[in-house]
């Protein structure tokens, strides 16, 4: 079955850096659109960065020019670096395959001002 697991999260002062970690499997992973999403406490859940099959990118308004998403086909993994991080990226931060419903456990980011 399909299984994302999320790593790397944290607590970090402003202007620090994470690099966050989702691991797959279940399915044929280099096929797949992946994604990076996080939800703050009383928001919505929104997309922060996604990566195409052929390695293309697009990201969130909010993290331009600050993170990186990027992927490892044969790892089967999707990784998130995030650097010049501000409080107001604290979330929970979930890996997910595609647009389908599967999501990781997600990690904590937490960005002390």
């Known amino acids: 079955q399909v299984r994302l697991v999320e790593s790397g999260g944290g607590l970090v002062q402003t202007g620090g850096s994470l690099r966050l970690s989702c691991s797959a499997s279940?399915?044929?992973?280099?096929?797949?659109?992946m994604g990076w999403y996080r939800q703050a406490p009383g928001k919505q859940r929104e997309l922060v960065a996604s990566?195409?099959?052929?390695?293309?990118?697009n990201y969130g308004d909010s993290v331009k020019g600050r993170f990186t998403i990027s992927r490892d086909n044969v790892k089967n993994m999707v990784y998130l670096q995030m650097n010049s991080l501000k409080p107001e990226d604290t979330a929970v931060y979930y890996c997910?395959?595609?647009?389908?419903?599967?999501w990781g456990q997600g990690t904590q980011v937490t960005v002390s001002s």
């Open positions: 997910r395959l595609g647009e389908q419903n599967y």
């Open positions: 990566i195409f099959t052929d390695g293309s990118t």
């Open positions: 279940g399915f044929i992973f280099r096929i797949f659109r």
